[in-house]
C-alpha cells in the first residue's frame, strides 16, 4: 500500500518579475514568511488584491518569481471573482482568461491570461516514481479516508525533484472533510 501525503493548496499567485515591480516598486524583492513542502517554495508576505467582474479576493503570492503570472483558483473563488477559468496543470497557460485586474501597494496590472483552476496533481519524487512504476504525467487515483471519504480520479503525476505529495484545491478538500493535510492510498 502507497501511503501519500495530502496537502490543501489554497488560493494563491506566482508572479513574474515585470508584473512583481509594477505592483511593488522597481527592485522589490518578495520577503518569505513561510516556506513550502515543495523545494525552493514558500509563502510571501506579500498580498495582493485581485479584482474580477464580479468580486475581489485578497490572494497571496507564492515565491519565487516565475517567468509568467498565473493565479490558482478553486471554483468557488472563480465564482466570487466572477472569471471562468480553465482545469489546467500549473505552468500551462496558453490560451488561458484573464478577466482580472491585480492591485498592489505602487501599481495595477490588467492580466489577459494566466487565470486557471489547477487541476489535481501528485508531486513525486524521481525516486518515488521509479520505486513505484509512475510516469510524468500519468494518471494515478487515491483514495482519502475521513468523515467525507472518497476517491480522487485523474490525479496527474508530475516527477522531479520534488516531496511527494498530492496537491488538492481547497473545494475538493472540503469535499473529502479534510481541515488539514492528510494521508492517502494511492492507486496506479
Known amino acids: 500500500m502507497k501511503k501519500v501525503p495530502v496537502e490543501i493548496s489554497a488560493r494563491h499567485l506566482h508572479i513574474s518579475k515585470a508584473h512583481l515591480e509594477k505592483l511593488f516598486g522597481k527592485g522589490y ?17 506579500e498580498k495582493i488584491d485581485v479584482i474580477g467582474p464580479k468580486g475581489m479576493l485578497s490572494i497571496r503570492i507564492v515565491g519565487p518569481v516565475r517567468k509568467q503570472t ?6 468557488t473563488d472563480a465564482r466570487i471573482l466572477g472569471v471562468k477559468p480553465e482545469f489546467r496543470i500549473s505552468g500551462d497557460l496558453k490560451d488561458t482568461p484573464g478577466e482580472v485586474t491585480l492591485k498592489g501597494s505602487d501599481g495595477n496590472v490588467k492580466l489577459d491570461s494566466g487565470v486557471i483552476i489547477a487541476k489535481r496533481h ?46 488538492l484545491d481547497t473545494d475538493e478538500a472540503n469535499a473529502a472533510g ?10 496506479v
Do not use: M
Open 29 to 45: 524583492q518578495l520577503k518569505p514568511l513561510k516556506e513550502l513542502s515543495q523545494p525552493g517554495e514558500f509563502a510571501a508576505s
Open 70 to 75: 498565473q493565479i490558482e483558483l478553486a471554483l
Open 122 to 167: 501528485l508531486h513525486i519524487s524521481k525516486t518515488d516514481a521509479k520505486k513505484w512504476k509512475i510516469k510524468n504525467g500519468q494518471k494515478v487515483s487515491a483514495k482519502v479516508a475521513g468523515p467525507r471519504s472518497i476517491i480522487f480520479l485523474d490525479i496527474i503525476a508530475r516527477v522531479g525533484d520534488f516531496t511527494t505529495a498530492i496537491h
Open 178 to 187: 479534510l481541515l488539514t493535510c492528510s494521508l492517502a492510498e494511492l492507486d
